[in-house]
Nanobody
Framework: QVQLVESGGGLVQPGGSLRLSCSPS????????MGWYRQAPGKQRELVAR???????TYADSVKGRFTISRDNAKNAVYLQMNSLKPEDTAVYYC?????????WGQGTQVTVSS
């Protein structure tokens, strides 16, 4: 069973930056999209950023201009560069890879923005 391995979360001050990484433990085929979601305490999981197989990118309005999603097709890896972080960005961030057959999810990585 392929798993998504996430890294890069942590504690950062407001205005700081973090870079999240997500790589599969094995091969994944027929990828239609890759993305990042987040879930804050007491809230529903929400889309942060997504990139389709064709390279089309979508961002949540709340992160536009601050976050950048990118991917490495050779590694089937996806990254999220987060700049100008705000306390409201505090959440568990989940990596997602969609294929024609199944969705894969990472275990989640905590991002805490606090002074």
């Amino acid at each position: 069973q392929v798993q998504l391995v996430e890294s890069g979360g942590g504690l950062v001050q407001p205005g700081g930056s973090l870079r999240l990484s997500c790589s599969p433990s094995g091969s994944i085929f027929s990828i239609t999209g890759m993305g990042w979601y987040r879930q804050a305490p007491g809230k529903q999981r929400e889309l942060v950023a997504r990139i389709t197989g064709g390279g089309r990118i979508t961002y949540a309005d709340s992160v536009k201009g601050r976050f950048t999603i990118s991917r490495d097709n050779a590694k089937n890896a996806v990254y999220l560069q987060m700049n100008s972080l705000k306390p409201e960005d505090t959440a568990v961030y989940y990596c997602n890879v969609q294929t024609t057959r199944i969705d894969y999810w990472g275990q989640g990585t905590q991002v805490t923005v606090s002074s």
